[in-house]
């Protein structure tokens, strides 16, 4: 099989690796999460993180290989996150690449985190070429690009402080909803109504295609305090609801205003968020009659996982970018054009 990458991927809570041939024809893909282990701090502890990758790390490696039905001597390469995420969780992942690459001879290839989130769209969609508009949504990222193609992008906004998934955690923390965020607010506002309470949508002056969740968070917060003081029984589904959609709202309208200015018929939404039900909804309401095609990988891909690294790495090699052995971890590694 030719083009076979292992993809490793350690930037925050989910030790990853996945086998991907070609950069698209996903072979396996293991994943072990942390959510267990980071739920009664009510988020990630990155020194529990690091140890967590350090334990599993190996194992999950060999467990992809052998789900693959793949040996050492069959991969053209490997590929790794190396930022941008958590620097103890980064090293992790990096230093085992590393020790492969040279141990096997093989290419080393170092991936931005970002960047794969928009590459799981191509394992989902073997149709799907550049030039589409891409909304990455997670936990530490909201940024709207212009795919060009492989290797080029052209950022059309980003969040000015609070990632939509962030902001997801904060709020359910402070409703006791619990950890990770964006599942448990999802599940609360299926029982909600999400007009019931009127929260702001913010709208950056001069950069039409920014976002910012920041003052929502804060309106949230101001509106359960005012409830609190007054005594009144707060709804916390209504809440939860009325939230979601002011931030599903705030996705779905930038996105398809900026696929209308690039003149692109494509959008690939991905990152953790992607997942989240009522944005899906909004986007398919919302597109249709536009010409304008909405794609989606399934949750285990909007997830961090390594076959996303893994379809970057086979990209990125064809390309004839490999990484040095002395790659470093880079905490806030920018999205940088390659193609």
Request: glycine share 10%; net charge negative; charged share 15%.
């Amino acid at each position: 099989m030719a083009g076979l990458i292992l993809g490793i991927e350690t930037s925050c809570d989910e030790t990853a690796a996945a086998v991907v041939a070609g950069g698209r024809r996903l072979l396996t893909n293991i994943i072990s999460s942390q959510i267990e282990l980071h739920q009664p701090f009510g988020g990630v502890v990155p020194e529990l993180a690091s140890r967590n990758h350090l334990e599993n790390i190996n194992l999950i490696i060999q467990e992809a290989l052998a789900a693959a039905g793949v040996s050492w001597k069959d991969l053209d390469g490997i590929a790794v996150t190396y930022g941008p995420g958590l620097v103890g969780a980064l090293l992790v992942g990096v230093t085992v690449a590393k020790a492969i690459a040279f141990a096997r001879r093989l290419p080393l290839v170092g991936v931005n985190h970002l960047e794969g989130h928009i590459y799981a769209n191509f394992l989902a969609h073997p149709h799907l070429e550049p030039p589409f508009v891409s909304l990455v949504v997670s936990g530490g990222h909201t940024d709207l690009l212009h795919v060009l193609g492989y290797g080029r992008y052209r950022i059309l906004g980003r969040t000015r402080d609070d990632a939509a998934g962030e902001a997801f955690d904060k709020v359910a923390r402070v409703l006791g909803l619990g950890y990770p965020g964006g599942p448990q607010i999802e599940a609360a506002a299926r029982e909600g109504n999400p007009g019931a309470i009127s929260f702001p949508r913010a709208v950056v002056k001069d950069a039409p295609f920014d976002f910012s969740f920041s003052g929502l968070k804060t309106a949230v917060l101001n509106y359960l305090n005012r409830s609190r003081q007054r005594g009144e029984i707060i709804n916390a589904a209504d809440v939860a609801a009325s939230f979601q959609e002011a931030v599903v709202e705030v996705l779905v309208e930038r996105t398809l205003a900026a696929a209308a200015r690039c003149r692109v018929d494509r959008v690939a939404v991905c990152g953790g968020v992607a997942a989240n039900s009522a944005l899906r909804s909004l986007f398919q309401a919302q597109s249709a009659g536009t010409g304008i095609e909405v794609l989606y990988p399934p949750p285990v891909l909007c997830t961090d996982n390594g076959a996303m690294i893994a379809s970057v790495g086979y990209y990125r090699l064809q390309a004839g970018h490999t990484a040095p052995l002395d790659l470093n971890a880079v905490p806030n590694l920018p999205l940088e054009n390659w193609g």
